[in-house]
């Protein structure tokens, strides 16, 4: 289960997360209305097999010249460039650049088996390389002016952009609640909360909402994409914050912008951003629109002859790259809908480090682009935030950057700007393995070209050993559900361990890994011993109770030990041990020798019942978790047949369990004592109703008896 757990923490934490996140121009011919609507995505091709070795160690051949144009040879990766690190005012040589940047990535498809790459590099006004490499689709090599990427999450700095220019034109306010720009059925409630939610709290990802993942931020299916309204009514998730209080990214919250936005401007969504952004900046190779057959309740589709050059999405496994379907993301297009090329992005880029404006067009004014490099909200000092709905990036050097990550199923990208050094770094992948290029290129960039590496890492303090229990313990993610079997699955993948090494380090340690902090000054500061990221506590009566994670895009609580992982194992071992032994009891005990009232043969009865329905509840969850490999197949298919059952068989466990609390007493009177149960069998009752008991109260409160609730 451990590669759906890695899966799902890209999507819940990642690029921020699920989906890493906005004057009338004529519309490029490219989005213009079609006369016949684009086809309907074609069924994947079969899987795509890599040679066996050595040749499957081979870096993957380059893209047709066009693509890929002809660079130096590509260098370790490791040397410094000629004469050391740059001034912060030096442009990167191209060739060097060039070299650089095509030793990482290549040794990056290969280690990570990354089927397509597309990379971006601007400096100083100007693109320094475009370069694509590997393949987008069987005998279609990866073009970087021409090959369309699912940039996930980066589509929301295109929806804060269109909402600041709403802003700027005086239709919407920073501090004014947003129900005041949505139709009424998109309201927000106040759910108990007596403080609104404003608009800034939808761009600082501080509006207090729950999350969901599974289930319905991705479609397969055409047949099931909703209008973007229809879908912020009917997925409305709960507040389960005062809004302003901490910032955990929400994808919900980026739609309720992107509604509003269309909403105040009186143009659909889609429209808004072609007329607004990607028309005036010439990104012809960049939409919102997606290859579904036309319908008259959703926007226009994606044009074919754009629909043609998408990258189809891959899963590495067995061997080969499986090819996926298309990831509709329409019903959510503010948080994730866009798909843009290599080439275009650079444009994106340059206007963003030119302070809204590029070759004449000017997007948004010098107010807004001050705002999207200046910290609007974060949750800890010294920790990352957002820049006008940006994210913050540390870079090495001490540089700081500003830009977004952008995750799908299968589609990795992240773009980062560095306006101290007029640079824009853009890089995407196209395969479920790419995570970790997309997240260290731009970093290895700046250190490789810019800063030197640490010499030696920051050690401990020993002091910190002194009281281990102010951090040490476990702590759960906010970006989360909060009810149901969302919420369980989202407990198990959503837990980081804390503890304290005898020099002085703390270590956290949950899915993604271990790292290792050094204490940074002030109380419940951290940096990373061999790093850049800096995290923090929110230290209460002498206490950790919360803990800020460096990309300041969430929180996580800590919990008592009744939520902890290893609990809920325990449990569950124990709670299995007793239902086999209860049914071993029964199979080996002599009935004819056996006495025992009517009431005790009806307490056996129920318990043996019970015992079998833990177990199937069990074999249920292994079933799910050996498919759960797929992340598509858990998240298209949420909750899927197994789950229900599994949860349906702990639910009826469950309240069985209650009765057989209830017959216990009834159990220890018995009548006289040739014709009742012997002492120790009426322990050995008792005690296995007790473990169920324990066991389907831990999973009451972790959401898990909820089979109606997928």
């Known amino acids: 289960m451990r590669p759906m757990l890695r899966a799902l923490l890209v999507l819940v934490l990642g690029a921020a997360g699920a989906l890493g996140a906005t004057s009338t121009a004529q519309v490029p011919d490219q989005l213009a209305p079609q006369t016949q609507p684009p086809p309907a995505p074609q069924p994947p091709p079969a899987v795509i097999h890599v040679p066996s070795a050595p040749a499957a160690h081979r870096a993957p051949a380059p893209?047709?010249?066009?693509?890929?144009?002809?660079?130096?040879?590509p260098t370790t990766g490791t040397a410094a460039p000629t004469g050391g690190p740059l001034a912060p005012g030096t442009p990167i040589p191209p060739a060097e650049l060039g070299a650089f940047v095509d030793g990482v990535v290549r040794e990056?498809?290969?280690t990570n088996h990354i089927a397509g790459v597309a990379v971006a590099v601007v400096q100083d006004g100007q693109v320094v390389l475009k370069r694509g490499y590997g393949f987008a689709a069987p005998g279609r090599p990866v073009d970087?002016?021409?090959?369309?990427?699912r940039i996930g999450s980066i589509s929301k700095t295109f929806t804060w952009i269109a909402l600041m220019k709403e802003v700027e034109a005086g239709r919407v306010r920073l501090a004014s609640p947003i129900n005041l720009y949505l139709p009424e059925p998109l309201q927000i409630r106040d759910q108990g909360f007596s403080q609104p939610i404003l608009v800034r709290d939808l761009m600082s990802h501080s509006a207090g909402f729950e999350d969901h993942v599974l289930g319905a931020l991705f479609e397969k299916n055409p047949d099931r994409i909703r209008p973007l309204a229809d879908f912020l009514r009917e997925e409305r998730p709960r507040r389960v914050r005062p809004p302003a209080q901490i910032s955990v990214y929400s994808n919900y919250g980026a739609m309720l912008a992107g509604e509003a936005t269309s909403y105040v401007n009186g143009r659909p969504f889609q429209d808004l951003i072609e007329s607004e952004i990607t028309g005036p900046l010439a990104m012809n190779h960049t939409t919102f629109r997606e290859p579904y057959p036309a319908r008259a309740d959703l926007p226009r589709p994606m044009p074919a002859a754009l629909a043609a050059n998408v990258s189809t999405g891959y899963r590495w496994a067995n061997g080969g790259y499986l090819p996926q379907g298309f990831e509709y993301v329409t019903q959510g297009a503010p948080a994730g809908a866009a798909s843009a090329t290599a080439g275009d992005m650079a444009r994106y880029m340059l206007m963003i480090l030119n302070g809204g404006q590029l070759e004449g067009a000017t997007i948004y004014g010098p107010a807004t682009a001050q705002g999207f490099r200046t910290t609007m909200f974060a949750n800890a000092p010294g920790v990352n935030g957002w820049d006008d709905g940006f994210m913050e990036f540390a870079l090495p050097g001490g540089y700081r950057g500003q830009g977004h990550g952008g995750d799908t199923l299968w589609f990795h990208s992240e773009m980062v700007t560095v306006?101290?050094?007029?640079?824009?770094?853009?890089?995407?992948t196209n395969t479920d393995t790419g995570p970790v290029l997309v997240s260290s290129l731009p970093n290895e960039i700046v250190e490789h070209f810019y800063a030197r590496p640490p010499v030696s890492p920051t050690p401990g303090t020993p002091a910190l050993t002194d009281d281990r229990r102010i951090y040490a313990g476990t702590y759960l993610n906010d970006r989360r559900s909060y009810h149901g079997l969302e919420k369980f699955v989202l407990m198990l993948i959503g837990q980081t361990k804390v503890s304290v090494t005898d020099d002085g380090r703390l270590l956290t340690s949950g899915d993604g890994g271990v790292q290792a902090w050094a204490p940074d000054g002030d109380p419940g500061h951290f940096r990373s011993v061999d790093g850049l990221e800096t995290t923090a506590f929110e230290l209460k009566d002498g206490r950790a109770v919360r803990w800020f994670p460096p990309s300041g895009a969430t929180a996580a609580d800590r919990v008592g030990v009744i939520y902890h992982t290893t609990t809920l194992a325990v449990m569950a071992v124990l709670a299995a041990l007793a239902a086999v032994a209860t049914l071993v009891g029964l199979a080996v005990r002599d009935h004819r020798e056996a006495r025992e009232t009517p009431t005790q043969a009806r307490a056996s009865?129920?318990?043996?019942?019970?015992?079998?329905?833990?177990?199937?509840?069990?074999?249920?969850?292994?079933?799910?978790?050996?498919?759960?490999?797929?992340?598509?197949?858990?998240?298209?298919g949420w909750p899927g047949p197994w789950v229900v059952i599994g949860s349906s068989c702990a639910l009826v466990a469950a309240l069985l369990t209650v009765l057989l609390l209830a017959l216990t007493p009834v159990v220890w009177r018995g009548g006289r004592r040739l014709d009742s149960w012997s002492i120790w069998r009426k322990a050995r009752f008792t005690l296995t109703t007790v473990i169920f008991a324990a066991f389907g109260a831990q999973l009451l409160l972790w959401g898990a008896l909820a089979p109606w609730s997928g």
Not at 420 to 427: I, Q, T
Not at 621 to 636: K, L
């Open 63 to 73: 893209a047709h010249p066009q693509a890929h144009p002809a660079a130096p040879p």
């Open 108 to 110: 990056a498809m290969t």
């Open 144 to 149: 970087a002016d021409a090959t369309l990427f």
């Open 605 to 636: 009865l129920v318990q043996t019942t019970v015992s079998v329905l833990w177990l199937l509840a069990m074999a249920s969850a292994g079933v799910f978790a050996a498919g759960a490999s797929d992340i598509g197949r858990v998240v298209y």
């Open 419 to 428: 306006p101290a050094l007029k640079l824009g770094v853009f890089v995407t």
